[in-house]
């Protein structure tokens, strides 16, 4: 059988073990876009003084590094991204008695013990990421578009020869949610000053274009795991990078300037909402920023309209601010789904 892109599968689960791989089955199934973790090994050439023509070369140490892409759906991304941002509110809390569920994903110091095995079905054989850490995403969203999100995979090996996951096994994946991507559409975005009341209404912004990028510093070790070719679980390696990027289609005030120059500091929320679960519960992504302050405001000089791009850190706070009650790392997301357990218990 020959492989074609479009009849790709993946699947994600949970692991315990750093190395050791975990049968991905029902429910474990995701949908993802063109991208994938890249396997590279150094390939030593024996470069010996007096062989002209050489006869050996011995492979080296081992990189599982790379992207996965997928359209952000208000369920079914909950795994990757509680295992990217480090915590849970614990046991998901029932709206009434539907089938809708509360959820939130707060940053955590660290990711340590959490990582998943990640399986690709390529058509002919499985491609198995044994261990990958999730150190991060990107998550973007344009004006007429579906929301993306780009999650930042280290892995400690992708094989082909796995006896946990084969094409036999991976006939129980199933998936857990097919449909319901987020619109940027769908979004309400609103900021004001960090001092200032409870955002509300009339805080209310409207650019075209977002791009949250979180990205943690995480390495492994050869050598420390056991193995001198594969890493050890990847663990902080410098403090997170966390920027958000805001696009706004006319220039109308010298409000960002003005800001910016005076170092004054920001809340925002975006907040996207999808079909109805059951009774009045719907379907919610939610992002928060407590504390945000300026890292660029630009204004290009063209021949047209005049747009303005707004680039802010993304920081931590020391209290919450008004309205965003318990929020103190520099981002939280909160859900409404269908999904009923805590992902990382």
Request: charged fraction near 20%.
């Amino acid at each position: 059988m020959a492989a074609s892109g479009i009849e790709v599968q993946c699947a994600v689960k949970k692991a315990t073990a750093w190395g050791t791989a975990v049968a991905c089955g029902a429910g474990n199934g995701i949908l993802i876009l063109p991208s994938g973790v890249k396997k590279s090994r150094g390939s030593n050439v024996d470069d010996s003084l007096g062989l002209f023509f050489p006869t050996e070369s011995d492979p080296g140490e081992i990189k599982a590094e790379g992207d996965l892409k997928a359209y952000l759906r208000y369920d079914s991304l909950d795994l990757l991204i509680a295992l990217a941002m480090g915590a849970t509110g614990g046991a998901p809390t029932q709206q009434g008695a539907t089938t809708a569920y509360a959820q939130k994903f707060t940053l955590a110091d660290n990711l340590d013990a959490l990582f998943a095995t990640l399986c690709v079905n390529n058509g002919v054989n499985i491609d198995e990421v044994t261990s990958a850490k999730v150190a991060g995403f990107t998550l973007k969203g344009d004006v007429g578009k579906p929301l993306e999100i780009t999650f930042s995979v280290i892995g400690n090996d992708r094989i082909t020869g796995s006896v946990v996951n084969t094409l036999v096994t991976f006939a129980d994946v199933t998936y857990a949610e097919s449909g319901n991507r987020v619109l940027y559409s769908h979004g309400v975005c609103r900021m004001n000053d960090q001092t200032g009341i409870a955002l509300a209404s009339g805080d209310k912004i409207y650019p075209s274009g977002f791009e949250l990028s979180y990205k943690r510093k995480m390495s492994g070790i050869y050598g420390a795991g056991g193995s001198f070719d594969v890493i050890d679980e990847p663990t902080n390696d410098g403090i997170p990078d966390i920027k958000l990027k805001l696009d706004f289609p006319r220039y109308t005030s010298a409000e960002y300037f003005t800001d910016w120059e005076a170092n004054t500091a920001k809340k925002l929320d975006f907040t996207f909402t999808g079909g109805l679960i059951a009774s009045t519960y719907y379907r919610t992504f939610k992002l928060s920023f407590p504390n945000l302050k300026y890292a660029s405001v630009d204004l290009p000089i063209v021949a047209g309209i005049l747009k303005q791009p707004i680039e802010f850190n993304v920081l931590g706070c020391s209290a919450a601010p008004a309205g965003m009650t318990g929020i103190t790392r520099p981002f939280q997301i909160d859900v409404i789904n269908q999904e009923d357990a805590d992902v990382l218990a």
